[in-house]
């Protein structure tokens, strides 16, 4: 089982940009895709972006694509995730999670087996 911590959390201005990182331990981190969840207060936790093992493939929630971005260094065993345009409703904890179908980028919570503890992402208007 791989070990995912993240950070880079933190409280910033509408139409700013923020950098996420998640570094991951204990398996090969090329065996798995990677992936960004978020939970806004008083909602369900939802997809934000995914990516394949090679980079070769990534997805993205509709209400995040084309601000957000999400990459992977292999060589460091970590993957990131890029936020711009932030908006209020961005606000949210950001969850890392990693899911042995490497060669997709998976969009449900249930393909993924491995969770980060989350970082908080405050975005005021």
């Known amino acids: 089982q791989v070990q995912v911590v993240e950070s880079g959390g933190g409280l910033v201005q509408a139409g700013g940009s923020l950098n996420l990182s998640c570094a991951a331990s204990?398996?090969?981190?090329?065996?798995?895709?990677m992936g960004w969840f978020r939970q806004g207060p008083g909602k369900e936790r939802e997809f934000v972006a995914a990516?394949?093992?090679?980079?070769?493939?990534?997805n993205y929630g509709d209400s995040v694509r084309g601000r957000f971005s999400i990459s992977r260094d292999n060589a460091k065993n970590t993957v990131y995730l890029r936020m711009n345009d932030l908006m209020p409703e961005d606000t949210a904890a950001y969850y890392c999670?990693?899911?042995?179908?490497?060669?997709?980028?998976?969009?449900?919570?249930?393909?993924?087996?491995?969770w980060g503890q989350g970082t908080q992402v405050t975005v005021s208007s």
């Open positions: 999670a990693a899911s042995p179908l490497r060669f997709a980028a998976p969009m449900s919570r249930s393909d993924f087996t491995s």
């Open positions: 204990g398996r090969t981190f090329t065996s798995y895709a």
């Open positions: 990516m394949s093992w090679s980079g070769s493939f990534r």
